[in-house]
């Protein structure tokens, strides 16, 4: 650390940095040039704009477990607003910069690379760069001029110097090349939530409330077209439209200058008002901003509705309504690397498919914005959706960005915003609405599994305990030249009572019929038991195909026959179709094991999951229809 004394005003200065070549004294803003152990007074510095930021200098927080305090800061603009970089400085002397751009901060470092750089005009968003054996995609493209500096700075920041930037993503690395210098310059870093960063010392910044909200001066506090008041809840603000007569306003530093005059045909007040404050899912949320979208892939009625939220540490948010149906969006800070028009892709772990494709225009705005937002402006959409995920690119001529939406329940937000007016009616299915069957549908395959398990259990208890029992096996020949016949089996002896006992007749009958009176007698009491069948069995060859009809098989089942001593007598009548012998295999089982109910009941258990697999697949039907480019995998998205 090297302390010294301004030479313009005596003010104190310190060095904390060794790679710090520049610092701007805090009271008279001189830029001063080290020089080995003096200090060189170079030129005043500019102004910065003031943006509120709760970031300043002496600010300290935390990056992958390291300690770092912030040093210095630049100030840079292009045509959609004002960003800053905070130079940090790490307790082991090295250094990195702090983005500060639209609510997302990003750390990042100077990075030597080997692979030659494009050129920056033959960058356009969407574009595949490879650095290092990396795959990054070109995400932004900009032209600012570096207007102010504080602090300490590795560089001279004098009356200020244009810059051409492109931020390329991939995977969880943001990259930045810095066009300023030739060769030109690479920031390699990531995106990082405000809580991580586990920040402290930082400006005495207020919520925006009803009560304490940033406002310009009294000459700025009117519409520069109709004089209606106008406020501003965000540092960030680069454009607001009057809610009075619809013109737009661009916003600059503490001046306003009308950018559109009252040129929006429609007229909208939003249902959610503008300055509402509500808490949502664990953070507090002011509305600032609203604006109507168009899509021209979706027919005459495809609009939807956009709500800005801001809050100062998590920065903007949108709440956005389509037919009836709501999603809270924020920007992705690790976006997927996707071909265009890839149908498919593994994000997070999750599996999202392309719903939408088309291009989405600005119809009305009013409120306030953190660019210079247009009627009019156009950009490229694709939508992925997870439900209740959705995954959003956008692309236009200078920048391609991605947002994360997840569905809400209307009853959630008018909660949290403590509406007493009803939501929008929903209409329709929204593309990441989660399905209502889904949860029903699991609980009736698990409900059926389980009814199936204690089926089988059962149907196994009456197999093993009620066991079989073969008692009597005899095989007996009839003779074609004697019609009829009558046999008398072997006895077999029933020990205890029979829940049910089956007669098998196993023929050899072919092209042919047998008629068989069958029964059953009790031979000391003389009780019987009559069964009449009769068993055909034809079969043959016409035009190359073989056919059949009946079987040579049958049986008959005799119920709750008490124990004792039996024997069967058997009636056979042989058709005279066929002169051919026929052997007839008899068998008699106590408590044969029936599986024929089992199996009804089976059939009928089936029926309730696969009609709740219908009824699931029906929403999923409804929800693919609004889609613009169809369902490839039929709309089973889950399994049972």
Request: glycine share 6%; charged share 20%.
């Amino acid at each position: 650390m090297k302390r010294a004394s301004c030479p313009s005003c005596g003010a104190p200065v310190v060095f904390r940095a060794a790679t710090s070549l520049y610092v701007v004294c805090d009271f008279c803003r001189s830029t001063l040039l080290r020089s080995g152990e003096d200090l060189q007074n170079i030129g005043r510095m500019a102004e910065l704009l003031e943006d509120s930021s709760p970031i300043r200098i002496g600010s300290e927080g935390r990056f992958r477990q390291r300690h770092f305090a912030v040093v210095g800061r630049i100030q840079l603009q292009y045509e959609s607003g004002v960003w800053n970089e905070w130079h940090i400085l790490f307790d082991d002397g090295r250094s990195a910069w702090l983005a500060e751009a639209s609510g997302e901060l990003i750390v990042s470092a100077q990075v030597a690379v080997s692979d030659p750089l494009p050129a920056f005009a033959t960058l356009v968003p969407e574009m595949p760069v490879t650095l290092d054996g990396r795959r990054f995609i070109v995400t932004d493209l900009a032209t600012a001029r570096c207007i102010a500096g504080e602090g300490e700075l590795p560089f001279r920041v004098a009356a200020g110097y244009d810059v051409n930037t492109a931020d390329l993503r991939g995977n969880d690395r943001f990259l930045t090349i810095d066009y300023s210098e030739t060769p030109p310059l690479v920031f390699v870093g990531q995106s990082v939530a405000f809580a991580d960063l586990q920040l402290d010392k930082l400006r005495d910044v207020q919520e925006p409330s009803a009560a304490a909200v940033r406002q310009v001066a009294a000459r700025a506090l009117n519409c520069p077209h109709c004089a209606a008041a106008l406020t501003i809840h965000s540092p960030a603000t680069e454009s607001i439209g009057c809610e009075s007569c619809g013109s737009i306003i661009g916003v600059e530093n503490e001046h306003l200058s009308l950018l559109s005059r009252a040129a929006q045909a429609l007229r909208e007040a939003p249902w959610l008002p503008l300055g509402s404050a509500g808490q949502l899912r664990g953070n507090d949320w002011r509305v600032i901003g609203f604006m109507r979208r168009s899509s021209s892939s979706g027919g005459p009625d495809c609009s939807w509705s956009e709500y800005l939220l801001y809050n100062v540490q998590e920065g903007f948010a949108w709440l956005v309504e389509y037919q009836g149906h709501w999603n809270l969006a924020r920007s992705l800070p690790h976006p997927p690397v996707v071909s265009r028009g890839e149908a498919k892709f593994i994000h997070a772990g999750r599996e999202f498919r392309l719903f939408n494709h088309g291009a989405a225009e600005v119809i009305y705005v009013v409120g306030e914005f953190y660019w210079r937002v247009t009627v009019g402006e156009r950009c490229v959409v694709d939508d992925y959706i997870c439900p209740p995920l959705m995954l959003s690119r956008e692309v236009n001529e200078r920048e391609s960005t991605w947002s994360q939406a997840e569905y809400l329940e209307p009853a959630e937000l008018c909660a949290a915003f403590g509406v007493k007016t009803p939501s929008p009616q929903r209409r329709e299915v929204c593309a990441n609405q989660p399905n209502p069957l889904v949860e029903t549908h699991r609980q009736t395959c698990r409900l059926f599994w389980k009814l199936v398990l204690a089926a089988t259990l059962v149907q196994l208890a009456f197999t093993f305990l009620l066991a079989s029992e073969l008692l009597l096996r005899q095989r007996v020949v009839l003779s074609p030249q004697n019609e009829e016949a009558t046999l008398t089996s072997q006895e077999f002896i029933l020990k205890s009572r029979a829940r049910a006992l089956l007669v098998r007749h196993q023929t050899s009958v072919t092209n042919n019929w047998v008629s068989v009176n069958t029964t059953l007698v009790e031979k000391n009491t003389g009780e019987a038991h009559l069964g009449l069948q009769e068993i055909s069995h034809y079969k043959g060859v016409e035009d190359g195909e073989s056919w059949s009809e009946g079987s040579p098989a049958d049986e008959l089942v005799f119920r709750a026959v008490p124990a004792g001593t039996y024997q069967l007598v058997i009636e056979y009548e042989l058709g005279s179709d066929n002169s051919d012998a026929v052997i007839d295999t008899i068998e008699v089982i106590r408590n044969p094991s029936g599986w024929s109910n089992y199996v009804l009941l089976l059939i009928f258990l089936a029926i309730f999951p696969l009609l709740s697999r219908w009824r699931r697949n029906s929403f999923e039907a409804r929800r693919w229809r609004e889609s613009d480019v169809g369902d490839d995998a039929g709309g089973d998205g889950d399994e049972d």
